[in-house]
């Protein structure tokens, strides 16, 4: 079989790319000494604590301090650690994060993190920071995650997570934490590294940095990365493919520093949606039959591409191959410097625009085939055609073959499935400046900094979706409905090659929101063991737009005859938020091996552009401004929470061990609640709010107890519960008390742990580690009505080092092919979910087994 053009295209990128690494690794091996550049890859057990890391995350001030003198929760992940496990997202990367419970099944983006159970999706509780600035000053706006935004490569030497404590007092909307990839720092030679990475699932990965000193204290550095995938769960074309590229430049000179850094990112990566998955009689959960759970999605080449019908008679092209498609040029300055006097400036400022597109096919119901073709509503509109006596179910790529509604794909069932298609762009501008002055008196110190943050990010938001009718297998078909008489002929199509309702979600949008803070911190040495550290922050933020009122066309078929689309009314709103947050901490350290640490922290989380940005499109006011005048029900409000922590950390030469105790509280918790129905064609969305108090244990410990073992352990013991959660609801007329207090929070799980055994052999040129983990059974929903059970992963890493500088790795992911789930359907709803008592439903188990090989050449 002759090639295509594209693989060859592809060929001949990573020939050239290949020969481009090559060469440079040989002409730079050949002007350096590359014993030394070995030494970072030191076995892991070489060096037995890190508590004299150097941490920058969570704290400003002008003396460095260690991770042993913070007095709050962090975690600290350098590059080998990195390397060993290889994460291949941003949330997979956080697994080794106590008090994290993080949820990676839908791809490299769009994932989820729960901090210290706090029950907030996507990124809505902690921040994503790149070199200490926001990756997008709100990582939680709607359909769009600053994990979208962000890929790791090797420029990033290490990350730094602080859970709780400060974060909420030097960041914006980082309540229960801060994330931050801290890239590589340029030294005084010039050095490299290049690596090549293959999977068994048709992944193949370049990633290379280089950076050097150009003289005159100028130094440069470059890096990125390159890759193409077909996924773990094939769709049946190209999965992944993209890639970014930066460019460093700084200058260090007498008082300081100056840097400037320019990111591309231009990627599309899959965007993995829940599978229809079975209760069997042995209480097991599997895929249903015809269904492979480890590696099937029902994305395939019959849903890739699109022509939906709008409201106006355009067209709207959709194609699946995009999945989460980012193009995002950032351009970073910092530049510190010392005035005199004691005082010195740090000032950040990132641009960034950032171009996105977000297309899946999300399955909103699962159902058999006899059900559907029996709904009341369908016998409706069959009594309107002549002579019509039933409805089959046809492929619409099947030449007209019948669905076999008893044991087709030998499950009999069908999927409605929402073509979903959502445009975000978004231009942001963000402004951090710091002035630090360290103040000496009586044995005593204070290291004082003032700051000033600005964010402002223009955002626009478009939305169309249409349903179709799909079977249930890998790569799901599309499925026509007809309508036939007595004889099995046909009389009319209800569908329109597969829609089954075109424009069940429209959305037209545009908004800009401003931020401005000030924040004050000290960190006041006391005496030479005890330090207390104290924050205050005050923020404002204005968000103000415009949405389009939706209005419902009929153009004269069943499958349009309920388009929403633009009605050409407006919407105008304007709204200011403000509070004040504040934080406490004392770190007492015995000796240099132990000490104790407590914090205290009373911050907020203000409402963001997505809180307002498609709230008015189904206002029905005869005056549109009057939906906003009117707007009482369940409005946005801030969401202020109380976190406390008290920890005891200890470090040695063969252990060391944080153990935090915490306690949180988190007030106004925003629930939005999307229920599908199928015979309204609609989502109803649903908006309350609860309080939730959880309290837990997290625990990171490592052991070295000789040279050619180690261990390391993350747990977290906690009990979080919804307290206030109470709503009446009308159920056929009569009102309903709905009471989930004490519920468990949803996705949340109780107990959690990690365990990575390794051990070096061959004078530490070989590694062996595995990686265990737990997590203990979720609910999908407030009411705890459907259980996710515990589960279990288990995964592999080598690494050997063939010469200095030249190193194999060797990964193994989800080894016993667990089917652990993550999540269930939220279209379902996740206040009390309609899947619950259902024995066949919609969840998102872990991705299925998969192999990676990498060679990695240092110089």
């Given at each position: 079989?002759?090639?295509?053009t594209?693989?060859l ?19 730079t091996?050949q ?13 892991i ?5 890190d ?6 995350t969570?704290?400003?001030g ?11 929760s ?37 994932g ?9 999706d ?12 926001p ?12 994990d979208?935004?962000?890929?790791l490569?090797e420029?990033?030497?290490r990350?730094e997570?602080?859970r709780g404590?400060p974060?909420?007092?030097f ?9 931050n ?6 030294g005084?030679s ?22 050097t ?15 193409f ?37 231009d990627?599309?990566v899959?965007?993995?949606?829940g599978?229809?998955m ?8 599997r895929?249903?039959?015809g ?15 699109a ?5 106006d ?6 194609d ?14 910092k530049?510190?410097y ?11 400022l ?20 006899s059900?559907?073709l ?5 016998k ?47 231009d ?17 110190s204070?290291?004082?900094t003032?700051g ?14 249409s349903?179709?009718?799909?079977d ?11 309508a036939?008489?007595a004889?099995?002929?046909?009389l ?5 090659h ?8 429209w959305e ?5 929101s ?28 204005n968000?103000?737009?415009?949405t ?16 929403l689309?633009?009605?050409g ?9 403000d509070?004040?947050g ?7 350290q ?50 202020t ?13 063969t252990?060391?061990v944080?153990?935090?105790?915490f ?7 925003g629930f ?8 309204a064609?609609?989502?109803?969305v ?32 906690q009990?979080?519960q ?6 009446t609801e009308?159920?056929n ?17 109780k ?12 004078d530490?040129?070989l ?18 009505s ?24 060797l ?16 279209r379902a ?18 991705l299925?087994?998969?192999f990676r ?7």
């Amino acid at each position: 079989m002759m090639p295509s053009t594209r693989q060859l295209s592809r060929a001949i990128r990573c020939a050239l790319v290949s020969t481009a690494f090559a060469a440079v690794a040989v002409s730079t091996a050949q002007a350096q000494d590359t014993a030394a550049a070995s030494a970072s890859d030191a076995s892991i057990a070489a060096s037995a604590t890190d508590l004299d890391t150097v941490i920058v995350t969570g704290r400003s001030g002008t003396r460095q301090r260690s991770k042993a003198e913070t007095s709050y929760s962090i975690t600290a992940i350098d590059e080998d650690r990195l390397r060993m496990q290889a994460p291949t997202s941003v949330t997979e990367a956080m697994k080794s994060v106590p008090g994290f419970w993080v949820e990676a099944t839908g791809g490299e983006a769009s994932g989820n993190i729960r901090a210290r159970g706090i029950p907030v999706d996507g990124f809505g509780s902690v921040t994503l920071l790149e070199d200490g600035i926001p990756v997008q000053h709100d990582p939680a706006l709607g359909f769009l995650n600053g994990d979208q935004a962000f890929r790791l490569d090797e420029t990033i030497e290490r990350i730094e997570v602080v859970r709780g404590g400060p974060s909420s007092v030097f960041y914006s909307n980082a309540p229960a934490g801060a994330i931050n990839f801290i890239p590589r720092v340029v030294g005084d030679s010039a050095e490299g590294v290049v690596k090549y990475t293959a999977g068994d699932y048709g992944l193949s990965r370049y990633d290379f940095f280089f950076g050097t000193p150009l003289g005159a204290g100028w130094k440069l550095g470059l890096g990125g990365f390159y890759r193409f995938d077909d996924g773990i769960r094939d769709p049946g074309f190209q999965a992944n493919d993209g890639g970014q590229y930066r460019v460093n430049l700084s200058k260090e000179f007498e008082r300081g520093r100056f840097a400037f850094d320019y990111k591309r990112l231009d990627d599309n990566v899959a965007l993995y949606l829940g599978i229809p998955m079975r209760t069997y009689a042995d209480g097991k959960i599997r895929g249903v039959p015809g269904f492979d759970d480890h590696y099937g999605t029902l994305a395939g080449p019959d849903t890739r591409y699109a022509s939906m019908l709008q409201g106006d008679r355009s067209r709207y092209a959709f194609d699946n191959a995009r999945g989460t498609e980012v193009k995002r040029d950032q351009y970073t300055v910092k530049f510190d410097y010392e005035l005199g006097a004691g005082f010195k400036l740090a000032q950040s400022l990132r641009y960034d625009r950032t171009e996105t597109q977000r297309n899946g096919v999300f399955p909103l119901q699962l159902l058999s085939a006899s059900k559907f073709l029996s709904d009341p509503a369908l016998k409706k509109q069959l009594a309107a055609i002549p002579g019509a006596t039933g409805a089959q179910l046809r492929y619409v790529n099947g030449a007209g073959q019948v669905f076999d509604v008893a044991n087709q794909n030998g499950n009999g069932l069908v999927t409605v499935g929402g073509l979903r298609g959502v445009t975000m762009p978004v231009d942001e501008l963000i402004s951090d400046t710091r002035l630090m002055r360290r103040f000496d008196f009586g044995g005593q110190s204070h290291d004082v900094t003032f700051g000033y943050y600005y964010a402002r990010f223009d955002q626009d938001f478009d939305r169309y979706s249409s349903t179709t009718l799909l079977d249930v297998r890998d790569n799901a078909r599309l499925l026509d409905l007809v309508a036939v008489d007595a004889a099995g002929r046909s009389l009319a199509t209800l569908t329109d090659h597969g829609f089954y309702r075109y424009g069940y979600e429209w959305e037209n949008a545009s908004g800009r929101s401003t931020t401005q803070a000030v924040y004050l911190s000290d960190e006041w040495q006391v005496n030479e063991k005890l330090r207390i550290d104290a924050g205050v922050r005050w923020e404002k933020v204005n968000a103000k737009g415009w949405t389009e009122i939706r209005k419902q066309v009929n153009l004269g078929t069943p499958a349009s005859s309920q388009i929403l689309t633009g009605s050409g009314r407006f919407v105008n709103y304007d709204r200011d938020y403000d509070k004040l947050g504040w934080t406490v901490g004392a770190n007492w350290q015995f000796d240099k091996y132990s000490g104790l640490f407590a914090r205290w922290t009373p911050t907020f989380r203000l409402p963001n552009l997505s809180s307002f940005i498609t709230r008015y499109s189904n206002c029905t006011q005869a005056a549109a401004q009057d939906c906003v005048s009117k707007d009482t029900a369940a409005q946005p409000v801030i969401q202020t929470m109380q976190l406390g922590e008290v920890g005891y950390k200890f470090s040695n030469e063969t252990f060391d061990v944080f153990a935090t105790l915490f306690y949180t509280k988190y007030e106004n918790v925003g629930f939005s609640n999307a229920v599908f129905d199928l015979n309204a064609g609609t989502s109803t969305v649903q908006q309350g709010y609860a309080d939730t108090k959880t309290t837990g244990l997290e625990l990171e410990a490592s052991w070295f107890p000789v040279r050619w073992f180690d261990m390391q352990l993350t747990a977290t013991v906690q009990d979080p519960q919804y307290k206030g959660l109470r709503y009446t609801e009308i159920v056929n007329g009569a009102p309903v008390l709905r009471d989930f207090v004490g519920n468990q929070l949803i996705r949340v799980p109780k107990n959690s742990f990690r365990i990575v055994p390794g051990i070096n052999l061959l004078d530490d040129r070989l590694r062996l580690q595995l990686a265990y983990e737990y997590q203990g059974e979720r609910f999908v929903d407030t009411a705890n009505s459907v259980r996710l059970p515990s589960y279990n992963v288990l995964s592999a890493s080598a690494r050997y080092e063939f010469t200095p500088g030249l190193t194999l790795f060797l990964y193994g992911d989800n080894l016993t092919n667990s089917r652990g789930l993550t999540e269930g359907n939220p279209r379902a709803g996740e206040l009390q979910s309609a899947d619950a008592g259902a024995n066949t439903f919609i969840a998102r188990p872990l991705l299925g087994r998969a192999f990676r090989a990498a060679l990695m050449y240092r110089f």
